[in-house]
């Protein structure tokens, strides 16, 4: 943190306007050498360039099934075919759904779904996190208080829970999910602001005039910012994994095109041999998760020096 | 502060913690609106309807429901289990005992793999020994559970044909006094050899499965804090008395950097109680993780209250533990920061 911080002009210098001072965007460019010159990031990179253009390009792919595009389309003629047969590459379900269709169209469902929840989570959880940060007193009490609260159930019962009573849905595995997440991005915030407002470049703002929504905006939010990226990339993985898990259990609409709800259709048929459907849509889950795991540490390496070589 | 002081602290936080907590259970019961639904029928007439809610309390304010409710839990009635047909306290017990079984042998794995590994890694960094700790602990964190579970039922059970599913072969239990029910520690009072060994058979699996991820994790901070303690200067001390590398590790710096890894270790609970509800669903394990899943697929609000409401007892009390643990074994942690 500290080597991204302004200092305030010295003594007896010519007051020099605070923009000049902000670098703010100015390491980008080295930060991505840095993070590319490690192997495990650039695979990690790799992975995710290849779900991502299957979720881009999923029309050209696999035609779009005219009742929906994320809804499997059935071939009743051809249940429980393995992989190989003309038509269905990698197979398909109990219910003839095809598999490949379900691969490609839930790395959509998958973007949807992670982008949605990490999206909310880090905008209410900042917020509530500055709050308490930057306010302080009352508000951070309260705060921390239902942090707690909330960090006492382990994450995917809290969501099994909420999504269990909302009913089984798509749209309310997003609202369980973003009702569990946002904690984590309030209390990393929270601890970063804290240490950040006490730097002189916090109080130099103040001198210069700046109001408190400015100094907040300006100087405040934008150093304490980068753990919060980092955390989200992490969660981009995490929230598709959780998810999935959610609608393996059984917890989204049936027939929805996406990876855990394709392993739990290919489940029963793992007894009598049946192995595909579960396999593929379950590695797609795991390589999701990995890609951003990976690229979410080697972000971690390049932004926060404190852990560099772990 | 003194960690006396520090102790008694936390654990007077604990009960407001737990209030919290049973708050937002509450809470997350009544989102979906009035669970009133559960108990009438499609026939009914509005009078019925209003007499079903007068019966449960559900005309009365929110508050005075959630006082009903957790004057109950407090007198240890949490309701009744839509989906055993009787009392949640009666089924609790047993449930609560399958789920532990596994839930510690899955830690024994996962603390016992987690470190060897994180120790072999650690200790000959940025070899290929420590290549493959980094790649299976970041892979660890990424793997869904209920896909590994499976991939390892497609190997030991359809293909291997050595893994059974389920909890015991209830041919072998039926003739056994059931002590504890921990079917191992059972099985070892009743000095049955076959019964242990097919407890254990039928553990090792889900444990495998269950403890995979926290294994990733502990592995994971034990290497780096291996790798911490080998660049000290006490490390150089002992390999300057001529103490083989070997003990270096084992004597010296193993010990320091068991340290930080206690509290991943309590972290991984988190982790180890989530896994109940996948891997019991998968394995047809009889503990409150499938419990849960059954509840949650019929709407059995007071069967899903009541594990959310246990486990998160489990998870408050283990963090404790640990905690206070870590502040004996680590005097430079400030306490109450």
């Known amino acids: ?218 100087d405040v939010l934008p150093n304490s910012i980068t753990p919060v990226v980092v955390q989200a990339t992490l969660d981009m993985g995490h929230v598709v994994l959780i998810g999935a898990t959610l609608s393996f259990i059984g917890l989204a609409e049936a027939g929805l095109a996406e990876w855990g709800n394709l392993v739990s259709e290919g489940q029963s048929g793992i007894a009598a041999g049946r192995w595909w459907v579960a396999t593929f849509s379950g590695l797609m889950v795991f390589l999701w998760s990995l890609s951003f795991n990976l690229v979410g540490d080697g972000l971690r390496d390049v932004l926060d020096p404190r852990t560099e070589g772990r | 502060m003194q960690i006396k002081d520090y102790v008694i602290r936390r654990l007077l936080t604990l009960p407001f913690l737990m209030f919290g907590v049973s708050i937002l259970v509450f809470g997350i019961s009544r989102i979906g609106g009035s669970p009133i639904g559960i108990y009438i029928e499609h026939e009914m007439t509005q009078a019925q309807i209003a007499e079903v809610a007068a019966r449960y309390g559900l005309d009365q304010p929110l508050y005075v429901q959630y006082l009903r409710w957790i004057g109950g839990v407090l007198r240890g009635d949490l309701g009744w289990s839509g989906v055993s047909v ?84 209830p041919a072998i239990y039926a003739g056994l006094n059931h002590y504890t029910g921990f079917y191992t520690v059972d099985a070892m009072l009743n000095l049955d050899g076959r019964a242990l060994r097919d407890a254990i058979s039928h553990l090792i699996l889900p444990a495998v499965t269950m403890g995979f991820s926290a294994m990733a994790l502990i592995a994971r901070m034990m290497r780096s804090s291996l790798v911490e303690q080998m660049g000290e200067d006490y490390v150089d001390a002992a390999r300057a008395k001529g103490l083989p590398e070997r003990l270096v590790i084992r004597r010296h710096a193993r010990r320091n950097a068991l340290v930080p890894t206690m509290t991943v270790i309590g972290l991984s609970w988190g982790f180890l109680l989530q896994g109940t509800v996948v891997v019991e669903l998968i394995f047809n394990w009889p503990g409150i993780g499938r419990w849960m899943t059954d509840a949650v697929l019929q709407g059995d609000q007071a069967t899903i209250m009541a594990y959310v409401l246990v486990t998160s007892v489990i998870f408050v009390t283990v963090n404790l533990a640990v905690d206070v643990a870590y502040a004996y074994l680590d005097r430079r942690v400030t306490l109450g920061a």
């Open chain 1, 1 to 218: 943190m500290a080597e991204s911080t302004v200092r305030p002009a010295p003594p007896g210098l010519p007051a020099v306007p605070l923009e000049a001072l902000r670098t703010r965007g100015l390491r980008f460019a080295e930060l991505a050498r840095s993070a590319l010159r490690n192997p495990t990031t650039l695979l990690g990179l790799a992975i995710l360039t290849v779900i991502f253009a299957m979720a881009i390009f999923a029309p050209l792919l696999v035609p779009v099934n005219p009742s929906g595009a994320l809804q499997m389309p059935r071939n009743w003629g051809a249940t429980n075919a393995p992989p190989g047969t003309p038509g269905h590459p990698l197979g398909t379900t109990p219910n003839g759904g095809d598999v490949l269709y379900g691969i490609v169209w839930g790395a959509r469902t998958s973007l949807r779904l992670s982008l949605t929840v990490v999206s909310i989570t880090v905008v209410v959880g900042v917020a509530m996190g500055s709050l308490a940060g930057f306010l302080g007193g009352k508000w951070d009490e309260l705060l921390m208080r239902l942090v707690d609260v909330f960090l006492s159930i382990p994450e995917l019962i809290f969501a099994l829970a909420i999504a269990a009573v909302l009913g089984p849905s798509f749209g309310n595995i997003i609202l369980a999910l973003a009702a569990v997440f946002w904690v984590k991005y309030a209390r990393i915030i929270r601890g970063q602001i804290m240490q950040v407002k006490q730097n002189e470049f916090v109080d130099a703002a103040y001198v210069v005039g700046e109001s408190r929504w400015n100094v907040y905006r300006k």
């Open chain 2, 86 to 169: 009787a009392p949640v306290t009666e089924m609790l017990p047993a449930k609560l005992t399958a789920t532990m079984e596994l839930a510690v042998f899955a830690a024994i794995v996962a603390i016992a793999l987690g470190i060897g590994m994180g120790t072999f890694g650690g200790a000959r960094r940025n070899k290929p020994a420590d290549h493959i700790t980094r790649v299976v602990s970041i892979s660890g964190a990424s793997l869904p559970t209920f896909w590994f579970g499976l991939m390892l039922l497609i190997v030991f059970y359809l293909y291997l044909g050595v893994a059974p599913l389920g909890r015991a072969d």
